[in-house]
């Protein structure tokens, strides 16, 4: 089984950053690509940003330019800066990644279970 934990979360004021970071766990596994997805209150929760295992990028219009994406393989670690928040970018924050694992013998995704970031004076 593996698990993904993120970290980072909070409150921030408009104009600020913040850092997720999310880091998988367990054993007999190798990560294929990572990403972040979130959602707001009442709204469907939709792609941020994507990582993939040679570092190609995907980003979402609406955060282009201020959010970057990046990964340690070394430690199964998956990172999201955010910078020139807006209230608009609150939501809870989900880490996805695609994941092989030797018990199941396959490609499956997994999911953290989210973090809050608010954004707010």
């Known amino acids: 089984q593996v698990q993904l934990v993120e970290s980072g979360g909070g409150l921030v004021q408009p104009g600020g950053s913040l850092r997720l970071s999310c880091a998988a766990s367990?054993?007999?596994?190798?990560?294929?690509?990572m990403g972040w997805h979130r959602q707001a209150p009442g709204k469907q929760r939709e792609l941020v940003a994507s990582i993939t295992r040679d570092g190609s990028t995907n980003f979402a219009d609406s955060v282009k330019g201020r959010f970057t994406i990046s990964r340690d393989g070394a430690k199964n670690t998956v990172y999201l800066q955010m910078n020139s928040l807006s209230p608009d970018d609150t939501a809870v924050y989900y880490c996805?990644?695609?994941?092989?694992?030797?018990?199941?013998?396959?490609?499956?995704?997994?999911w953290g279970q989210g973090t809050q970031v608010t954004v707010s004076s």
């Open positions: 996805n990644a695609e994941v092989w694992t030797v018990a199941v013998g396959k490609r499956r995704g997994y």
């Open positions: 367990g054993n007999g596994f190798s990560i294929y690509d």
